[in-house]
């Protein structure tokens, strides 16, 4: 059998004490996997059968037990197994007994070099009662066929273990069961359903603060500073102590990446976003992380905490945005995070300079300032009360848009009111999705007949591929249509009742005096700076916007 060559230290080998007595090491291990199946490989029946085995035999001397519990056999990364190796290196035992070989290991390179070259080198006997295997009566036992045999098997049950265990989690996954042991912080597992997450009302608004936070341009840093100014316990400290009043700041504190964290995670909006990371194998359990396409993603799984628009905003903006908080106050400033180079793309930098007495405060592109020109072409810079001065008037201008766009719509619905004609040529929404649920639901009658002639042979598999593509096409064509009838829908009923609440959270206070961080962030999504000074600002609700001047255009036509 071919071994894989390890070094071994020679010069490293203890001494034993006397031959005639054994310093014992019981070693005991038991996996998630295996604690599932028979009751014998339990940790007290493994060392009720050890006891008894040493009992009955007057040279051994017991030790310490050496106990692994939920550790895998896979590898040996395990911390009795190493405390155990160490002590066997240093004299401290000279012989190891297992039940079985399995408990000591599943890896059958990894146990064979253990066997074979480690424990002779450090003069431990080794017994593994099941297996009949004694290295001081019968050194050649380690090497014999069945138990070469043996060791292979139980390689190739852990394989199959592994397998089976991630199947049956990949199910768990694509059905939206929540199988982390741990709730995210906002929620708590469900006492009645172990695989729900259900609202943790305590913690729910320091999610809630955090979103919050980030949309008005506090960055990571600053968020995990604030919580721990306010003494907000941190995940690990609330699910121990559960006080959400932290206590023990020094050991335990926000920090930037478990704000990152929280941001990015779909759970706040009620879908279950697992297998983000893997492992390579069955033996080899470093972490990958998973692109965002190979993760089963369950929407609408348990009550969010935060809405879908929020978190899309929040994503949209840790894209494309660097926030900027003032270095002496507790604030943002008046365009922290919003300004753009119209050219390269890359975040202005904010300065200020001290001239003829005054201070001048200004923005410049970063990347010209960090790289010079061989990233940007212009410094673009920009003095800050000009682009807050143009920024305003260009919210102003929005704002009187928006006003009169609501007065024509309640001067329209009123000529509706007064025209039985117009009121008839309402389109039908209901009846247009019914039509095309209904054509969906015969395309995927046709994808299932398809299927049934493919594996009758009626069809050969090409034809059946070619078909079921085209099936797929019809469906994903429709399905996108009744998205797009529902958004219509939509659109008219808010125009005949005339309620928008988009606009009214504009229009509410009127014009705006005195232009704010807070009002930047609520209604503009980015500002991009040109090399001549012009602002293209880039406004929040332009979808909304444009679709409604379409719709009140063909109803203004229509009447």
């Not at 490293?12 to 031959?19: C, E, F, L, R, V």
């Not at 996996?31 to 599932?36: A, I, K, L, P, Q």
């Not at 206590?247 to 504190?253: G, Q």
């Not at 993603?297 to 628009?309: F, G, Q, W």
């Amino acid at each position: 059998m071919a071994r894989k060559k390890f070094y071994i230290d020679k010069t490293d080998k203890p001494q034993t004490g006397s031959k005639n007595i054994w310093n014992v090491a019981l070693y005991v291990r038991l996996s998630r996997e295996d604690s599932d199946k028979r009751e014998s490989d339990s940790v007290t029946n493994q060392k009720k059968l050890l006891n008894y085995y040493i009992e009955s035999h007057e040279e051994f001397l017991l030790s310490s037990f050496y106990i692994d519990e939920n550790f895998t056999g896979t590898n040996f990364n395990r911390p009795a197994f190493q405390r155990m190796f160490k002590d066997a290196k240093n004299g401290n035992i000279n012989c190891i007994i297992v039940k079985d070989l399995s408990r000591f290991a599943r890896e059958y390179i990894g146990a064979g070099h253990y066997l074979e070259n480690v424990l002779p080198n450090y003069n431990c006997r080794f017994i593994s009662i099941l297996d009949d295997v004694d290295t001081k009566t019968n050194p050649d036992s380690v090497t014999d066929l069945m138990v070469r045999i043996k060791s292979l098997l139980h390689d190739y049950n852990s394989q199959r273990i592994s397998i089976n265990v991630r199947a049956t989690k990949d199910a768990q996954r694509r059905e939206g069961k929540y199988i982390s042991p741990l709730a995210p912080f906002g929620y708590k597992k469900d006492p009645d359903n172990k695989h729900k997450l259900i609202m943790d009302e305590t913690a729910k608004p320091i999610i809630e603060n955090i979103y919050k936070w980030y949309l008005s341009g506090m960055g990571n840093i600053r968020i995990a500073q604030k919580l721990n100014e306010l003494g907000i316990a941190t995940r690990s400290q609330y699910r121990k102590t559960g006080n959400l009043h932290n206590t023990m700041l020094a050991e335990y504190s926000w920090r930037p990446k478990a704000i990152q964290k929280i941001l990015i995670n779909k759970v706040y909006i009620g879908a279950v976003d697992q297998r983000r990371e893997t492992t390579r194998n069955y033996k080899d359990r470093t972490r990958i992380t998973l692109d965002e396409k190979e993760h089963f993603i369950v929407y609408d799984m348990h009550e969010p905490i935060i809405s879908k628009e929020n978190f899309n905003r929040v994503q949209k903006k840790k894209k494309t945005l660097c926030a900027k908080t003032s270095r002496y106050k507790n604030k943002l400033y008046t365009l922290s995070g919003l300004l753009k180079c119209k050219d390269c793309g890359y975040a202005m930098l904010r300065n200020q300079t001290f001239m003829k007495g005054r201070w001048y405060v200004y923005y410049k592109c970063r990347a010209y300032n960090q790289r010079g020109a061989s990233v940007c072409n212009h410094n673009h810079s920009m003095r800050e009360e000009e682009i807050v001065s143009a920024t305003l008037a260009a919210i102003n201008i929005q704002i009187q848009s928006l006003i009169d766009i609501k007065e024509l719509i309640k001067e329209i619905n009123f000529k509706r009111l007064a025209d039985k004609k117009t009121n008839k040529n309402i389109i039908n929404f209901e009846r247009m999705i019914e039509e095309k649920m209904k054509k969906i639901k015969q395309i995927k009658n046709l994808k299932v007949s398809c299927y049934s002639d493919w594996k009758n042979g009626s069809i050969d598999k090409d034809d059946y591929l070619l078909m079921k593509d085209k099936f797929d096409d019809s469906l994903s064509k429709f399905q996108n249509e009744i998205l797009a009838l529902n958004e219509e829908k939509k659109l008219q009923n808010a125009i005949r009742s005339c309620e928008f609440d988009w606009i009214d959270n504009i229009i509410k206070n009127g014009k705006i005096k005195k232009l704010t961080h807070e009002i930047a962030v609520s209604l503009i999504d980015t500002i991009h700076v040109d090399q001549n000074k012009q602002l293209d600002i880039n406004f929040k609700f332009v979808n909304e916007y444009e679709k409604l001047k379409y719709y009140i255009n063909s109803i203004a036509f229509a009447v």
